[in-house]
Structure formats: structure tokens, C-alpha cells
């Protein structure tokens, strides 16, 4: 009993404000609504909807005391679902046009984040992802790029165990689509706001 007792406290007391290199793998789910608009064959086109899906990331970075920053990697794989579609204003969704109601994507994103954790493991931080890249498999296989804001706050359940939730606000432009010109193509525009539930494993290496 006693050892149990032992092996508790320094689980607890473990890095708890330890210098040095931080390292969080992370993973969890987000959900949130997306808007898409476009001048496209038919004219002004317009969705809004839902979107869904899984997320895995990381932070590489340093911790000083207890603030901290780094460098994030995050991947997530958001289905989009359109409650409403609109060409010109009118409804499109039963239109037995082009116009995809639901497509699936695939998500990079680069960027800094800097916080600090205070007491009793709470954790708070801001970032921003200056590099994404979304990929859709919707009619056009179309490619956008764009940044992020980001605002997370989180709880250390154990010193190498964090419950997280973030909103990530997503500004996204068409680089490219299949079977469009360059002149529909600039005038894509895609908007995602994320909220993310998240199970993270921050490290820190004593230097």
C-alpha cells in the first residue's frame, strides 16, 4: 500500500513544470459548420452545412516554467454535409444539377501555438496554422489552401494525460479544380468552423 501510495505522488508530481522540449501527440474528434460560395458554370453558388471527422496531431516545442509554444502539425479527415445549396439564390439541392451535397476531405495543417498552464494542470493557448491544405473528393477533386485561427483550452487528468477542447476558425481559397477554369477556380471560397474534443500526451524533456 505504501509503495502504491509513493508511486502515485510522483506520478502526480512527474514534469509537472519541468524546462525543456515539449512533445504532444494528440487525437480526437471535431465537429462544427462549414459555408462554401462560388461563381461557378451556373452561376453564384452558395452552401452551408455541417461538418464532422477525426483529427491526429502533434506539438514540437519548449516549455519554460509554465508557459509554452511550439510548432503544430495537425491532419484531420472532416465529412461535409450541405443542409442548404443555392444557385443564384434558388434552391439547387433537388436540382438534379452538378452541385455536390456531401463530400469528404483531407486535411493538413501547419502552424505556432503559445500558452501557459497554471495551476492544478489547467492549460490554455492560441495559435495559428499559417499553412492548410484541404483536398475534396466532391465533383471537381478541387485543392484549397489557407490559414487558421485557433483558440484551445485543456486539463491535465494526470501530468501525461491532457482532456482538451479547441475552436479553429478555417479561411480557404481554390487553388485548383478538375474540369474548371482558372476564372471560376478564383473565385472558390471555403470557411470552416471547427470545434475539437481532444485526448493529448504532452511530454516534457528536461534539458
Known sequence: MRK????VISLFSLNSYADGILLEPNVGFQFGSHEFSQTGP???EARDGTSSGFTLGARVGYKYTMFFGGLDLQYSAPSMV???ATINGVDASNSGQNIALDWSNSFFQLGLSAGAEMPMGIRGWIGYYF????TTDDLYSSE???GAFRLGV???IIPLVSANF???HSSLTADSQEGLSQTFVDTAELTQNAFILSISCPYEFEL
Open 42 to 44: 451556373f452561376g453564384a
Open 166 to 168: 479547441e475552436y479553429v
Open 154 to 156: 485543456g486539463y491535465k
Open 82 to 84: 450541405a443542409d442548404t
Open 131 to 134: 499553412l492548410g491544405n484541404l
Open 144 to 146: 484549397y489552401s489557407g
Open 4 to 7: 502504491l501510495i509513493l508511486f
